[in-house]
């Protein structure tokens, strides 16, 4: 008898102790619903992996009908249309963060950071301490920016997801995973070191910038050399424009300052300004929505009303002496410009869509519209009044020869 009522002690004991772990998982759930509205997971559940955050945040944004750039919320997690993150609501890490439903970073953390607020407008997340001396500013768009503005000597911390490998390459670290690529740079000559992991910049002050290849382009090797650009102060900004009209717009440089004046299907103006007068490049990512073209168009850029020169290759670019341009137009569906600036007071760039000039017709394109016009079941063409003559006077000499 004795020994039963120890093995029920024992048992019940067991049960009690595991009451708040199943409480914990539940998190006031029912069948994986979120009983407060919207059909959600939790935000406890949702810390973990960013596929299903990426997910989670699709249904959320259909049911509100948003499309494009721009971050939603439930909780302490942000559901951007690229980019899925958490925020600590103590210590401003920002948790589990991923692109496009890859986890890239477990946790992105700044030494001492003094936590202030959280807030986010369209397709920006700012993450703040109390004296302002570090910014956090996150970016929903192609490129997945992260800026992260250090006014005071701090170090950031950076730790890898399973499966993210890092390397140091002249000071820009490269992150690899499946299918993306990004890299990390620091503005000033702070030091890097990766180990376990981790990857930590500083201590120092500065900008650290995290920037991946955009999801909706190929990788080249353009990407990796205009971050080392931002080391060296000439990456400006960049400019992404999705649908519906929604931009996304990042000062690289502090006395760079980008705005877009107008957007029509055609045309869109920008006006570009620094308060440094040495050359800047910004690079611009366009989907074929806001700004509409096809195949019988092409798109010029003009910097103060004159046509800017073009530059076949991103490497022509880089040694540019004058303002110039490159483009490329992956698949008619999207486009990536470079524009470099040669110096600056204040600019306006217009980028516009342009029909193509109608072509000289050649001897190939003569001969294929005349195979064209002979498919089975066109009507023949009527014979020429050229030789209705010859005819006729072939009939007459006939008839003399006969007399």
């Known amino acids: ?83 899925t993150f958490s925020v600590d609501n103590t210590t ?28 986010t407008m369209g397709a920006l997340t700012r993450i703040a301490n109390k004296d302002g001396s570090v910014v956090v500013q996150l970016h929903d768009n192609p490129a997945s920016v992260i800026n992260i503005k250090v006014r005071a ?25 499946d299918n993306l690529t990004a890299f990390i740079v620091s503005t000033n000559s702070t030091s890097v070191s990766i180990e376990g992991g981790t990857v930590r910049i500083g201590p120092g002050s500065g ?15 353009m990407y990796q050399k205009f971050m080392g650009e931002m080391m060296r102060n000439r990456a400006g900004a960049e400019v992404s424009v999705g649908m519906s009209d929604k931009y996304s717009v990042i000062n690289y440089s502090e006395n760079m300052n980008v705005m877009i004046r107008s957007m029509e299907k055609n045309r869109m103006r920008m006006a570009i300004n620094s308060t440094d007068p040495s050359g800047k490049f910004v690079m611009m990512n366009i989907d074929n929505s806001s700004l509409v073209w096809n195949e019988n168009q092409r798109v010029r850029l ?56 109608t072509p ?27 030789i209705a003559l010859g005819l006729l006077g072939a009939g007459i000499a006939y008839q003399l020869r006969r007399k």
């Open 1 to 83: 008898m004795k020994k039963s009522m120890k093995m029920a002690a024992v048992m019940l004991a067991v049960i009690t102790l595991a009451l708040p772990v199943y409480g914990q998982i539940g998190g006031g759930m029912m069948g994986g619903k979120d009983m407060t509205g919207a059909g959600m997971i939790g935000s406890d559940m949702m810390r973990g992996i960013a596929k299903d955050m990426m997910n989670q945040g699709r249904e959320m944004r259909d049911l509100e009908g948003m499309a494009g750039m721009g971050f939603m919320h439930s909780g302490k997690n942000s559901y951007g249309n690229y980019v």
């Open 92 to 119: 401003g890490a920002v948790m589990n963060y991923g692109i496009s439903g890859i986890t890239i970073f477990d946790s992105i953390k700044v030494a001492n950071f003094d936590f202030k607020d959280s807030t």
């Open 153 to 177: 000597a701090t170090t950031v911390t950076f730790d890898l997801a399973n499966g993210v490998n890092a390397s140091n390459e002249d000071n820009v670290v490269k992150i690899d995973t």
């Open 207 to 221: 900008n650290v910038i995290f920037r991946a290849v955009p999801v909706n382009m190929p990788e080249n090797g």
């Open 302 to 357: 003009y910097i103060d009303n004159k046509p800017m020169r073009q530059v076949m290759t991103e490497q022509e670019l880089y040694n540019a002496n004058e303002s110039s341009f490159w483009l490329t137009m992956p698949g008619g569906n999207r486009m990536q410009a470079m524009i470099y600036i040669a110096n600056f007071s204040e600019h306006v760039v217009d980028i516009v869509v342009e029909d193509n000039a």
């Open 360 to 386: 000289t017709p050649t001897p190939e394109t003569i001969t294929t519209t005349t195979q064209v016009a002979k498919t089975p079941g066109s009507t023949p063409a009527t014979p020429g009044f050229e």
